[in-house]
């Protein structure tokens, strides 16, 4: 006789939904199912202007780009979206960006606390729990600082609709809100379909969206950090290895785009050419800060030479800073490999980074996270190449632009078919959520060896 085994409803929820044990699912799980919400709900009558059903593909392109805080379109956001499908994709960039944020803040603090680290973020206390207390500070923080940039940002923006482009009462103000919102959280998405073109060379809407997408895009640890060291007239000394890291790298690629698109492009009738010098520096610096990973353009990306678009695509590639709102591989990973390196070069046994040793682990999941981003990038571009048959530098473009979840593009989302924005979208979703949780999935799953094996080294090179 067989014995019925009974399951019951907790063990079939518990089958379905992530296991604690791996947080790193839960961030999956999460997106995942906000981005199922809002491709149901842009797929509605009421959230197109024509009051039509949107195709499922659109939807779902929409969605994932607004999630993923990328900024990528296949549809105008103004022109095919009512006023209730714009508020969805608005709901959709402030649920990707405060996730996002929290979500790697939490895991973040979580390894942190596994690895028996101090933890200089929240609490100067060293425990190997995460108590409720530091996670409850964690997304009060993210949630206060979040809401404060994008007020500030969006007060500003607001005024400058309202009196500079008579764009009066709730229409002004609305402007505001939503570029702001879409600016601190680097989604890239606009409510005009030349993006900011038209106010290349107004600075009162130019330098706030500016500011935003680099408070968003360093991060909340690194900005909690500074924050909180500026307010007891600390110095930086004091600061933890990762924001001294982040900030030093961040600043030194954004010159390093500043001005090697400044310089590109500075004769370029299609972009620069036709500006001031005044106009050309303040339109050079944006685009040299965007690709981190705003999505904004002030200019016709299109237009740009194929050397500006190779170094907006290393720029997208990295990305910003780790737990942000910015994506790539994070400007951490790329800082550490160049220690590497340099540590190798001169024969040192172990890698210094900053006056601190760098621990092996953390090199093997800085080399994983940057080579397996380099495969999805690699992979994608010959996937698309095949489907469409455009060009490589507006193929790679698009493919290096979803993956590090920039929104840039030279023009070619709308034209390119279905199957390739299958895998735009698969991009998009692997670049917002594969470094943190493969990251996250490593520092976790660290264990020790029993044993090893006999040493021997082929030969390299």
Same mark, same amino acid.
């Given at each position: 006789?067989?014995?019925?085994?009974?399951?019951?409803?907790?063990?079939?929820?518990?089958?379905? +939904?992530?296991?604690?044990?791996?947080?790193?699912? +839960?961030?999956?799980?999460?997106?995942?199912?906000?981005?199922?919400?809002?491709?149901?709900?842009?797929? #509605?009558?009421?959230?197109?202007?024509?009051?039509?059903?949107?195709?499922?593909?659109?939807?779902?392109?929409?969605?994932?780009?607004?999630?993923?805080?990328?900024?990528? &379109?296949?549809?105008?956001?103004?022109?095919?979206?009512?006023?209730?499908?714009?508020?969805?994709?608005?709901?959709?960039?402030?649920?990707?960006?405060?996730?996002?944020?929290?979500?790697?803040?939490?895991?973040? #603090?979580?390894?942190?606390?596994?690895?028996?680290?101090?933890?200089?973020?929240?609490?100067?206390?060293?425990?190997?729990?995460?108590?409720?207390?530091?996670?409850?500070?964690?997304?009060?923080?993210?949630?206060?600082?979040?809401?404060?940039?994008?007020?500030?940002?969006?007060?500003?923006?607001?005024?400058?609709?309202?009196?500079?482009?008579?764009?009066?009462?709730?229409?002004?103000?609305? +402007?505001?809100?939503?570029?702001?919102?879409?600016?601190? @959280?680097?989604?890239?998405?606009?409510?005009?379909?030349?993006?900011?073109?038209?106010?290349?060379?107004?600075?009162?809407?130019?330098?706030?969206?500016?500011?935003?997408?680099?408070?968003?895009?360093?991060?909340?640890? &690194?900005?909690?950090?500074?924050?909180?060291?500026?307010?007891?007239?600390?110095?930086?000394?004091?600061?933890?290895?990762?924001?001294?890291?982040?900030?030093?790298?961040?600043?030194?690629?954004?010159?390093?785009?500043?001005?090697?698109?400044?310089?590109?492009?500075?004769? @370029?009738?299609?972009?620069?050419?036709?500006?001031?010098? &005044?106009?050309? +520096?303040?339109?050079?610096?944006?685009?040299?800060?965007?690709?981190?990973?705003?999505?904004? @353009?002030?200019?016709?990306?299109?237009?740009?030479?194929?050397?500006?678009?190779?170094? @907006?695509?290393?720029?997208?590639?990295?990305?910003?800073?780790?737990?942000?709102?910015?994506?790539?591989?994070?400007?951490?990973?790329?800082?550490?490999?160049?220690?590497?390196?340099?540590?190798?070069?001169?024969?040192?046994?172990? &890698?210094?980074?900053?006056?601190?040793? #760098?621990?092996?682990?953390?090199?093997?999941?800085?080399?994983?996270?940057?080579?397996?981003?380099?495969?999805?990038?690699?992979?994608?571009?010959?996937?698309?190449?095949?489907?469409?048959?455009?060009?490589?530098?507006?193929?790679?473009?698009?493919?290096?632009?979803?993956?590090?979840?920039?929104?840039?593009?030279?023009?070619?989302?709308?034209?390119?078919?279905?199957?390739?924005?299958?895998?735009?979208?698969?991009?998009?979703? #692997?670049?917002?959520?594969?470094?943190?949780?493969?990251?996250?999935?490593?520092?976790?799953?660290?264990?020790?060896?029993?044993?090893?094996?006999?040493?021997?080294?082929?030969?390299?090179?």
């Amino acid at each position: 006789m067989v014995k019925r085994s009974r399951i019951n409803s907790k063990e079939i929820v518990g089958r379905l +939904l992530p296991s604690p044990r791996h947080p790193a699912r +839960l961030v999956v799980f999460g997106f995942g199912a906000a981005t199922l919400a809002g491709t149901l709900l842009l797929m #509605l009558p009421v959230a197109a202007e024509s009051r039509t059903v949107t195709a499922p593909i659109t939807a779902l392109f929409t969605a994932v780009s607004a999630v993923c805080v990328t900024g990528l &379109v296949v549809v105008d956001t103004e022109s095919h979206w009512s006023l209730f499908g714009e508020l969805v994709v608005l709901g959709l960039i402030q649920i990707g960006g405060l996730g996002i944020m929290t979500l790697a803040s939490l895991l973040g #603090l979580l390894v942190a606390r596994r690895m028996g680290l101090r933890m200089q973020l929240i609490a100067q206390s060293e425990t190997k729990t995460l108590r409720l207390g530091e996670s409850r500070r964690v997304v009060i923080g993210v949630i206060r600082m979040s809401l404060a940039v994008e007020a500030v940002t969006a007060l500003i923006l607001s005024l400058r609709f309202v009196f500079g482009y008579d764009q009066g009462g709730w229409r002004g103000v609305y +402007l505001g809100v939503f570029h702001a919102i879409s600016a601190y @959280n680097n989604a890239g998405f606009g409510l005009y379909q030349d993006s900011l073109v038209g106010f290349a060379t107004d600075p009162w809407i130019i330098v706030p969206i500016t500011a935003a997408l680099v408070i968003g895009g360093l991060g909340f640890p &690194v900005v909690f950090e500074v924050t909180r060291s500026l307010r007891r007239r600390g110095r930086h000394r004091h600061w933890s290895l990762h924001t001294r890291l982040t900030l030093i790298t961040y600043f030194a690629l954004g010159v390093v785009g500043i001005v090697a698109v400044t310089a590109f492009e500075w004769s @370029n009738p299609g972009t620069l050419g036709p500006l001031g010098a &005044v106009h050309k +520096l303040l339109v050079g610096g944006f685009h040299g800060l965007s690709p981190r990973t705003a999505g904004f @353009n002030s200019v016709d990306v299109g237009a740009m030479h194929s050397s500006t678009l190779l170094v @907006n695509d290393v720029l997208m590639f990295i990305g910003g800073g780790s737990a942000g709102t910015a994506g790539g591989i994070k400007v951490t990973t790329f800082a550490l490999l160049a220690f590497v390196i340099v540590a190798e070069v001169r024969g040192e046994p172990t &890698v210094h980074v900053l006056d601190r040793r #760098l621990a092996a682990p953390v090199q093997r999941q800085a080399i994983t996270v940057a080579l397996l981003g380099v495969g999805a990038v690699v992979v994608g571009t010959l996937t698309l190449l095949t489907i469409t048959g455009m060009d490589l530098d507006a193929v790679l473009f698009e493919v290096v632009s979803a993956f590090g979840t920039v929104g840039l593009s030279t023009g070619i989302t709308a034209d390119i078919p279905d199957p390739g924005l299958i895998v735009l979208i698969a991009l998009m979703f #692997l670049g917002r959520l594969g470094p943190i949780t493969l990251a996250t999935a490593l520092a976790l799953r660290e264990r020790g060896r029993r044993y090893e094996l006999p040493e021997e080294r082929p030969i390299v090179g």
